[in-house]
Each structure stands twice: as C-alpha cells, then as structure tokens.
C-alpha cells in the first residue's frame, strides 16, 4: 500500500458520516486537511454540524471568514494517522551481509512502525543473525559464493558472476522505496544499478577503503538516489565535498543491559581486528597506564602475533566472531572501551554497541566517531594518534571515580536519546517525503 497524504483518498464511510434524519444536520465534508495556527491538526472534537441551510463544503464558504471558521470533515486521531500515512512498502538491501544487527533493528524498527518491509541480503558468512521480528528477509544474493571459500579471495571471480542477476533482480522490484545500505561491487553497480522507484543509499563508511580514490565512481552512483543518509554531520559534510546532499539520521545504539562485572581497571577493544582500528596504539596507552588490563574481543582480519607479544600478560584476548553472550559477558567486564582509529570510516557499530551497553568510550577524534561521546558526555575525545593524551584520558577514567560516573551516566544518556523508533521516525518522514514528491 502506497504513502498518502490524508486527503478525500478515504473510504466512502470515513468521508460521508450518516446524517441524523431527524433535525437534517449533518458533519461537513472536507477538500483538505487544515491546521491551527499553530500547525497541529485538527482533532475530532474540532468538528461541528451545520444545517441544511448552512453552506456545507469549502468552495460555499465566503471567502471573508476566517481559517478557523472552516467546516472541516473528521480527521483520524494522530494514532491513526500515523498508521495510513506510513503504511509504506519498504525494501532494505544488504547484498553482502556488511551489517546484519543493523539490518535487522531498522527493519523491526520500521515494521513496528506500521511499515511493510523486506529485507533483501545474502546468507551471512560469520554466524548466527537475528530471526525477522515484523519484517521479512530474503536472501537472493551470492548463494553459492557466501557459501563457499569464507574469506579466501577464490570467491571473488564467483560472487562477481552472481552480483549482475542479483543486482537485476533487486532493480525490478517495485516496493514505495528501495533502500540500500552497501553498494558490494561499485565497478559493477554503475553498470547495472539504476533504480526505477524512489530510493534512499546510507553511506556507513561514506567511501569504502578499497574503491575510497575512486571518487568520480561513487559521485555518479550517488547522485542516483534520491536521498543519501549519513549518521554524522562529519559524513554530511564529506558528502558535500562530492557535491552530494545528505541527510544526517544518526546511528542509535544497539541496546543491552549486562551486569556489572568489572574490576575498575579492564579497558575493552572490541570489534573486529583491523589495520585501522588502532590496536597497537591501545597496547601503548596500557604500556603508559599503572594497574590497567586490556581485554581485546574480535574477529582478527590482520595478524596479532606480534600485537600479542607486545601487550604481555597485561592482555587477555577472546578471538573469533562470538556469540552474543559471549559479547555481552565482554561488556559486563569492561571499565571503558578503546575507539583509537585511524580516518577511514564515519561511525562505528562497535562504539554504539558499548555506549548501548552502559560502557564509556574513549575515542580518536575521527570521523563522525566523536560526536555521540563527546555529545552525550559518554567518555572521552582526543586527538587522533596521539597516544599519550589517550593515557591521559585512561588514566583520568580508571583514577576518579566521580569522572568514571559521569561518563557511565552519559552513555546511559546516549542509549535512552539514540533508539531505533528514533531513526525509524526519521527514515519514515523520509520515505514518505520521496514518495510525495514522485506523486506530483
């Protein structure tokens, strides 16, 4: 069912109450929706009933009265209103499975919200993913490659041969809005993406590392959205250096509650292990902090034998892409969580799983990372790369237990105010202004 503004579109019963016989009054019909000077709608007790002598349509009124003399039919109650107007044929579309949690808490988000939503993606590769709460999922892309070789890069030849009918089949459907979060294959896309129907990209990394030079390519596959959706005012801006607007839905935070388990003293890097996470930074920091340990939870995509080796018995590591308890025992362990990146990304699932958690961060001023810590008070920002204002500010946390609760106090902040009905809200009032716009 597609968006619609509220208007005469409603069903014979809603538009024409029954009149009463008996003193021929009747409610006065409606061309439109009005509002009170102060732009909130009209409600149903706002309705009144005119008499058979009494003009009864909005083109009979004189043109001397006022707004709030209008004869206006019954609106629906906000609840209502919000349930036709967003009830919304939605596609998300995550060829390569980059980011299921997030996959999954948008597409429950907006199915709570009364929107019909699919999610098209691939078999995920690294574990279990959430089962469809209010949405459905699919899983059309890369069904032999996601399959086979895990990381090797023996895939690539295939699941470059399974992208171009994958890709042909996602640009014919036919949803209100297709929404796609990854672009896998840009090389390929600018070939075979060109979406028929209102469509909404979100940049996670703005430009991906591998094809980042690449900046003409991703210039013309964006500028073939209607809307592009960034999560921070960094990301907005970087989008404007492309000469594509963007809309800033912030990221929310992946919600959890693990009991407090740790010892004051245990710093987390979590996520998984890459060149730009900064973990050898983290293992300096601890080098310049008295006391502290470093817990280290991730799936390892560059070599840690000599991270290993540097870090001691000072560090414990937990490798491999774990289960959530595993995850959240993590959480429950953790003083305060490591962000030391380096500028090749805009936002971090990592980061808003611990503020999620009630875990403060301590984070390189990179990117849009910085804006839910330093916005919400949850932790600490500096400099990026310099590693002793990053001891400084483990030191500062583990040290004084008044700065260590109000950082705590903050990432609670940050789980209350960053929810998924919040984007969801947001990517509605989007979807909905996008397929107002086609209709004109």
């Not at 995850?327 to 953790?334: G, L």
Request: hydrophobic share 40%.
């Amino acid at each position: 069912m597609k968006l619609r503004e509220p208007s005469t579109q409603l069903r014979a019963s809603e538009q024409w109450p029954a009149c009463d016989v008996a003193d021929r009054r009747h409610t006065a019909p409606l061309r439109q929706v009005f509002e009170r000077p102060n732009r909130q709608l009209l409600q149903q007790k706002n309705v009144r009933t005119v008499g058979t002598c009494q003009p009864d349509g909005v083109g009979e009124e004189s043109p001397a009265l006022r707004r709030a003399r209008v004869p206006v039919k019954d609106v629906p109650g906000s609840d209502n209103q919000a349930h036709y107007s967003r009830s919304v044929r939605v596609v998300i579309a995550d060829p390569p499975a980059f980011t299921p949690a997030y996959d999954h808490e948008l597409a429950a988000a907006l199915a709570r919200s009364g929107a019909d939503v699919e999610l098209v993606t691939s078999r995920f590769r690294f574990g279990e993913v959430p089962t469809p709460v209010g949405y459905r999922r699919s899983e059309p892309f890369y069904p032999l490659s996601s399959r086979l070789f895990q990381r090797s890069r023996l895939r690539l030849p295939l699941k470059a041969a399974e992208h171009v009918p994958g890709t042909a089949a996602l640009v014919a459907r036919k949803p209100d809005v297709l929404h796609v979060q990854w672009l896998a294959a840009p090389e390929l896309d600018a070939r075979l993406f060109r979406p028929r129907v209102p469509s909404v990209f979100t940049a996670h990394d703005l430009l991906p590392r591998r094809t980042a030079a690449k900046r003409d390519l991703w210039r013309r596959l964006l500028q073939r959205f209607e809307c592009v959706v960034v999560h921070s005012e960094h990301g907005r801006e970087t989008m404007i250096e492309l000469g594509v607007d963007a809309r800033v839905i912030p990221h929310p935070v992946f919600p959890s509650d693990p009991p407090r388990a740790d010892d004051g003293r245990t710093l987390l890097c979590f996520g998984v292990i890459r060149p730009y996470k900064g973990l050898g930074d983290a293992i300096a920091a601890l080098d310049r902090v008295d006391g502290a340990r470093l817990l280290v939870v991730g799936d390892p995509l560059e070599p840690v034998n000599g991270y290993r080796e540097r870090a001691g018995d000072r560090a414990e590591w937990r490798l491999g892409y774990l289960p959530q308890a595993e995850v959240d025992r993590a959480f429950s362990e953790a003083t305060v969580a490591l962000f030391p990146y380096r500028p090749e990304l805009d936002q971090s699932g990592a980061l808003l799983q611990a503020l999620g958690a009630g875990v403060p961060a301590i984070a390189y001023d990179v990117g849009g990372i910085a804006e839910p810590v330093r916005r919400y008070g949850a932790g600490r920002v500096v400099p990026p790369g310099d590693v002793e204002s990053l001891a400084d500010a483990i030191r500062e946390l583990l040290e004084e237990p008044a700065a260590l609760d109000e950082a705590r106090a903050g990432a609670r902040r940050a789980r209350r105010e960053l929810t998924w009905e919040a984007a969801a809200r947001a990517h509605l009032d989007l979807y909905e202004e996008l397929t107002t716009r086609g209709r004109r």
